[in-house]
């Protein structure tokens, strides 16, 4: 049990720092990042908040990776309800300020890109299920096992700069800069760590819940064999 309760608090940790490193974007105020230029803009045009747009791009991302064949874990479906949420918590707080140099917003921006590097290492690598977006990523590069990771990255945040920009979200030098950059930052920390998502066993919800009662069941008898032991 122990073991399953660090995967997913790995897992966790992740998302709340991917969710850190999508403020920070957001507040360099130099132009958004491909995904949240898409999420701006959907928000935008239906009047909800950037978070619950996050949301909603998740569902239908997720509804393409499961054409696509790729699995569907209980960390997909987390990703999408936690980052959703803790974006729109983060920007409540007001914790991360807006630079008000072009120099601090380059170098935010610049933070922004390592810090979901990291975090997406960190909730794909428990194997629960990629993220939304990131099992589309996924997907491709075991199409494309050739292609470098970093391109097909980019390859995903130009689509969604596109799409994101018909529907009026906002553009600027930024966006360029992590439409490159995100790609880079993310082969960078695979490397790393010596990661290779393509090869990773993600879960799907069936195998998450049957590992999660198998762990419970263990834990259960250890403890009463122990309590057995005592008496």
């Not at 199409?143 to 700069?161: D, F, I």
């Not at 993600?202 to 009662?213: G, Y």
Request: overall charge positive.
């Amino acid at each position: 049990m122990k073991a399953l309760l660090r995967r997913y608090l790995c897992f966790l940790v992740g998302c709340a720092i991917c969710s850190v490193g999508i403020v920070l974007s957001v507040n360099a105020n130099i132009g958004l990042s491909p995904w949240d230029v898409f999420h701006q803009g959907l928000a935008n045009l239906l009047g909800i908040t950037f978070g619950n747009a996050s949301i909603v791009v998740g569902l239908i991302i997720v509804t393409l990776d499961w054409l696509l064949g790729e699995r569907i874990g209980i960390g997909t479906v987390l990703n999408i309800v936690l980052v959703g949420i803790m974006l729109d918590g983060i920007q409540a707080t007001g914790l991360i300020p807006i630079p008000q140099t072009l120099v601090g917003s380059l170098l935010m921006m610049t933070l922004s890109l390592a810090v979901i590097g990291v975090g997406t290492y960190l909730y794909i690598c428990p194997g629960l299920g990629s993220g939304p977006r990131d099992a589309l990523m996924v997907a491709m590069v075991k199409r494309m096992p050739r292609v470098p990771v970093g391109l097909l990255r980019a390859l995903t945040e130009g689509g969604a700069l596109l799409v994101g920009w018909l529907l009026g979200g906002p553009v600027g030098i930024g966006t360029i800069y992590s439409m490159i950059g995100i790609g880079v930052a993310i082969q960078w920390v695979f490397q790393l760590f010596h990661f290779e998502a393509g090869k990773l066993h993600q879960e799907d919800l069936l195998e998450s819940l049957r590992n999660f009662s198998a762990a419970w069941k263990e834990t259960f008898s250890r403890e009463k064999q122990t309590a057995l032991e005592k008496k």
